[in-house]
């Protein structure tokens, strides 16, 4: 779970070193209640971690 900039560091190493496919996903709350931001994004990298960054923390 990627919550401090130390974590998207390490994202941003890991997608520097990544040589094969990157899976990407967002999750949004609806904009009828809520805001159209997202409140989750994940990102999967091939036979290694899946990242889930709190865009909301990271602001």
Do not use: H, W
Request: no cysteine.
């Amino acid at each position: 779970m990627v919550t401090d900039f130390s974590g998207v560091q390490e994202l941003i190493t890991q997608l520097s070193e990544n040589e094969g496919s990157i899976s990407i996903d967002a999750e949004r709350a609806s904009g009828f209640r809520y805001s159209q931001r997202a409140y989750l994004i994940q990102l999967s990298l091939r036979d290694k971690e899946i990242f889930m960054v709190d865009p909301i923390v990271l602001r």
